[in-house]
Each structure stands twice: as structure tokens, then as C-alpha cells.
């Protein structure tokens, strides 16, 4: 089911019966009609091995079952919101950047070192994200929160995108990503930390970068 962006820090779902969608607990703001919010317990349509595997990651931000007939407006601290439509791709973001979802999508998690080895691992560290990512895969919409707004970056195998970890929020594709050092990049470009770390996603894909170096 997809969003109408109310404004910038706003979205409207639309809920059909034998429908239902997931969001964050405590993001709904105002609704019309026969709705439901249940606590969500099996992680989304991932199952109970996606939830354990959440748990394990600390991604385990609790999210509410949202069914019935009518209409939703969801937001979320005052946060800036994304959304990303997918057409059958996965989606790698963190579990607290998500503000709602489809239900048809699949929930799972991706261990971070499997994606550039130890270098992986150390960002977790470094950049205070987990090990493992939320990821969504299937054909729906998805609502991201993220500060001070969002910009969507291409990306190819010909051109490789380097972001401050602080600033990234998600990516979809077939993409990989590593962390690599550049000693004074931070200082003299980046913002973030004061650590001297990059992200350099490559592949085919698209990168979503906040406006700002803040966590959630």
C-alpha cells in the first residue's frame, strides 16, 4: 500500500481489509476508521527466526500490526520521512529508521561482516551501528526516518559512492559495502565522529544520505 506524503515529516497509509502493515510502536498520530494496533510479536512476516536473529543483532526496535479499514497518519519525534518504493530489490536500513512498512514485504537481517569481511565488523564499532541490518525484501513501500532530510544517490559499478557513516541511512540493490580509512578525510570533509572512516558502497543500486550527522 503506498504513503501520501503529507509533508516532510508526515505520511497517510491507506488500510484495506486483509491488508495490514507494520510500524513502529508509538509513530501512529491520528486515524480515521476500523483500525487495529496489535503488538507485534513474530518480527513481520520474517518469522521467529528473523525475530531471534534481531534480538541477537539488537535490532529489535518493537513494531505494532496495523490492520482494518481506513486511513493512518504516521510520525515519528519530529524526524524527517523517507519513502522508498520497492519493485522486488531488498532494502538494507536500520531497525530504528524504519517508521512503517508494507506488510508484504519480508523482514530479515544481514550480517554486516559478510559484507566486507572484518572491515564490516569495525563499523559496527566505529560507527555505534549493529553487526546486523534490517532488511526488507518483496514489492511495497517503506517509510525511513532520518534528520534533516534525505537525498537518493545512484549508484553504479563505475562510480562507487563514499559516504560519512553517520550520514548514511539505507541502500537498496545489489550493492556491497566496506569501510575504509582516508587520515584526514573527516577533519577536512566530514563532519561526524572525528574518526578518519568512509563508507564506500559499490555495485548497482541507490544509497539514501541524511542531511545531517545525528543518530536517531
Not at 491507506?14 to 508509538?26: L, V, Y
Not at 531488498?90 to 572491515?119: P, Y
Request: charged letters at 15%.
Amino acid at each position: 500500500m503506498p504513503f501520501t506524503e503529507i509533508n516532510s515529516r508526515m505520511v497517510q497509509a491507506h488500510i484495506a481489509p486483509g491488508q495490514k502493515m507494520f510500524s513502529q510502536r508509538g509513530a501512529m498520530l491520528a486515524y480515521q476508521g476500523d483500525v487495529s494496533f496489535t503488538p507485534n510479536v513474530q518480527g513481520g512476516q520474517g518469522g521467529v527466526m528473523s525475530m531471534i536473529g534481531r534480538r541477537v543483532a539488537n535490532e529489535s526496535t518493537p513494531l505494532m500490526t496495523v490492520e482494518g479499514s481506513g486511513t493512518v497518519m504516521f510520525g515519528h519525534g519530529g524526524h524527517h520521512i523517507q519513502v522508498i518504493n520497492l519493485t522486488g530489490d531488498t532494502l538494507c536500513v536500520e531497525a530504528d529508521r524504519l517508521l512503517a512498512f508494507d506488510g508484504t514485504l519480508t523482514q530479515g537481517t544481514m550480517f554486516m561482516g559478510s559484507q566486507g569481511g572484518v572491515m564490516g565488523m569495525v563499523r559496527g564499532q566505529v560507527t555505534g551501528q549493529g553487526l546486523f541490518t534490517t532488511t526488507l525484501k518483496g514489492h511495497g513501500a517503506v517509510a525511513v526516518m532520518a534528520h534533516g532530510g534525505v537525498i537518493e544517490i545512484p549508484i553504479t559499478p563505475q562510480r562507487p559512492i563514499h559516504v560519512d557513516p553517520q550520514a548514511y541511512v539505507a541502500h537498496h540493490g545489489d550493492v556491497r559495502n566496506k569501510l575504509s580509512t582516508a587520515l584526514g578525510w573527516r577533519d577536512m570533509v566530514g563532519r561526524g565522529s572525528g574518526e578518519a572512516f568512509q563508507l564506500e558502497l559499490s555495485g548497482n543500486g541507490a544509497v539514501y544520505v541524511q542531511a545531517s550527522e545525528e543518530k536517531l
